[in-house]
């Protein structure tokens, strides 16, 4: 099993900064990829941006220029920066990874935190 834990998030005005910060422990042979997804409230989960192990990036067209995603291989974390954020970008926030155990791959996802943007 694999585990993820997410940390960041909470409430900031519109104009302002949120770092959300996700760990990836337990059953791990080698992670794929990591990122970030969200879902508003009334609408579908949507891929935010995510990383895979080489350093490629790709994000959603609502975010670019706004957020960046890095991660650390060698810790199995993953971190979205994310700036100037608009009241568009209120959303529960989660933690995704794709986890080879060794014995073949899986999606994991983390618990979610609430990201309030608003005056």
């Known amino acids: 099993q694999v585990q993820l834990v997410e940390s960041g998030g909470g409430l900031v005005q519109p104009g302002g900064s949120l770092s959300l910060s996700c760990s990836a422990s337990?059953?791990?042979?080698?992670?794929?990829?990591m990122g970030w997804y969200r879902q508003a409230p009334g609408k579908q989960r949507e891929l935010v941006a995510d990383i895979i192990t080489s350093g490629s990036s790709r994000y959603a067209e609502s975010v670019k220029g706004r957020f960046t995603v890095s991660r650390d291989n060698a810790k199995n974390t993953v971190t979205l920066q994310m700036n100037t954020l608009e009241p568009e970008d209120t959303a529960i926030y989660y933690c995704?990874?794709?986890?080879?155990?060794?014995?073949?791959?899986?999606?994991?996802w983390g618990q979610g935190t609430q990201v309030t943007v608003s005056s």
């Open positions: 995704q990874a794709t986890v080879d155990s060794g014995m073949g791959s899986r999606n994991y």
């Open positions: 337990g059953d791990i042979f080698s992670i794929w990829a």
